[in-house]
């Protein structure tokens, strides 16, 4: 199932740093993976920003493609994951990456629906979910996030970055659930 690792520490300590040297040891691996991220704003974001960019990355959509050609390549990528004929799943992502009408899905339906998206994912490889500055996030996607921690399946790794504002927010966020954890780090003496 999923994991989910919360990296705390002030600007400037080493998150970004130590999320880096994750990837490029991944990549030295002989196994394959995914490698998917989204970051959070301090302004002007969507809500679940950083997840729509994770999903967009995977499906290969660019920011600036029209929503037409969009859709053609999440239709390619559902077709690859194997959900190509699932039409709440494709329609529960055009609602994330705003290519669709807007259909009022309820929420439940969309979390489920988002979690089988990234089970689909990892089904194939490994995924690493990282979602950076989530201390901006809106209530919405730590929520998702926490569900997907909570009931994803396949082997999820859920990396998120942080600084200490989200503890305040969310203090169970420090590990409060079997498979979650947290680092907190501190600046490095001389």
């Known amino acids: 199932g999923a994991r989910r690792l919360v990296l705390v520490g ?30 959070c704003l301090a302004y002007a974001q969507a809500s679940f920003s950083a997840l729509a960019d994770a999903i967009k990355s995977d499906a290969r959509v660019l920011d600036d493609d029209a ?8 239709d390619i990528r559902l077709a690859e994951l ?3 004929d699932d039409a ?24 489920d629906a988002w979690r089988r998206y990234l089970g689909l994912v990892a089904r194939r490889d490994p995924l690493v ?14 929520d998702f996030l926490e569900s997907l921690a909570r009931w994803g399946e396949g082997p999820i790794l859920i990396l998120c970055l942080a600084r200490h504002e989200l503890l305040e927010r969310r203090p169970s966020w420090a590990g409060g659930i079997p498979n979650a954890a947290s680092i907190v780090l501190e600046p490095l003496g001389a």
């Open 10 to 39: 002030h600007n400037g300590v080493g998150k970004s740093r130590l999320t880096w040297e994750l990837e490029k040891y991944l990549d030295g691996l002989p196994d394959a993976y995914h490698w998917r991220k989204g970051r």
């Open 67 to 74: 929503p037409a050609t969009a859709s053609a390549k999440l």
């Open 82 to 84: 194997g959900a190509a």
């Open 88 to 111: 709440p799943l494709g329609q529960a992502v055009r609602t994330l990456l705003a290519i669709g009408p807007a259909t009022g899905i309820a929420r439940e339906d969309l979390f």
């Open 129 to 142: 979910l990282v979602q950076e500055d989530i201390h901006w996030a809106d209530e919405g996607l730590l």
